[in-house]
C-alpha cells in the first residue's frame, strides 16, 4: 500500500469499526455487506470479521441490497487474478479457452456471484475510477461528490440515490424517444 504505515493502521481502524457496525445492523437494514479483494494479507481479526460478515449476508439472501466494499484491492490486480485462475483451469484441463464467455469469466473475479453495481459512488472530490471494479462498472451510473467517505452519511447517500433515480439507464443502447 502506497501510504504512511500510521494512515494504514488507521484506515485497518476504521474498517474494523465499519464490519463491526455492518454484523449488528446487517438485519436490520436488510442490506448484505459484501468485502472483495486479495483479503489474505489483512491481519487475522479482520477476515474473522469479514467472514462473520459473509455468513450474515448469506442469510439474508441474494435478493438484498448489496453494498461492496473494496480493500488491498485493485481492478487490474483483479482481471488479472481471474486469469490467471482460469488459466489454471485450462491447464488442468477443467476449462475449454474458446468457450469462454464474459459470465464464465465473471465466475473468476473477486465479486463472483454479485451482480454488477447499478451505481458506484466516489466521494473525496475525485472524478476519476482509481482502478476501481473496472470489468464490473462497464454499465453503472458514477455519483461523484467532494465528501471524504468517514463524513459520508445518511444524508449524503440519499443524494446520490436521488442523482441516481434521476438516470436513464441504457446499457449501451440508444436513447428511447418520447412516445407522442
Same mark, same amino acid.
Given at each position: ?9 488507521? +484506515? ?56 461492496? +466494499? ?38 473468476? +473475479? ?71
Amino acid at each position: 500500500w502506497k501510504r504512511p504505515q500510521d494512515e494504514v493502521d488507521a +484506515l485497518m481502524n476504521l474498517f474494523r469499526s465499519y464490519l463491526k457496525e455492518a454484523a449488528e445492523t446487517m438485519f436490520e437494514r436488510g442490506v448484505a455487506v459484501r468485502v472483495l479483494g486479495d483479503l489474505t494479507v489483512l491481519p487475522e481479526d479482520i477476515r474473522a470479521q469479514i467472514a462473520e460478515v459473509d455468513e450474515i449476508a448469506d442469510r439474508l439472501g441474494p435478493d438484498a441490497a448489496t453494498a461492496s +466494499l473494496c480493500i488491498n484491492y485493485g481492478g487490474r490486480d483483479e482481471i488479472l487474478h481471474a486469469a490467471r485462475a482460469f488459466a489454471r483451469d485450462c491447464a488442468a484441463g477443467e476449462q475449454d479457452a474458446d468457450a469462454l464467455t464474459e459470465e464464465g469469466f465473471s465466475r473468476y +473475479l473477486y465479486s463472483s456471484g454479485l451482480p454488477d453495481p447499478d451505481l458506484l459512488i466516489r466521494p473525496g472530490g475525485e472524478k476519476r475510477i482509481s482502478n476501481y471494479l473496472l470489468w464490473q462498472c462497464a454499465y453503472s451510473e458514477f455519483y461523484f461528490c467532494d465528501t471524504l467517505w468517514p463524513d459520508f452519511t445518511d444524508r449524503e447517500f440519499d443524494k446520490a440515490l436521488i442523482a441516481y433515480q434521476h438516470r436513464e439507464r441504457r446499457f449501451g443502447g440508444l436513447k428511447q424517444e418520447k412516445q407522442k
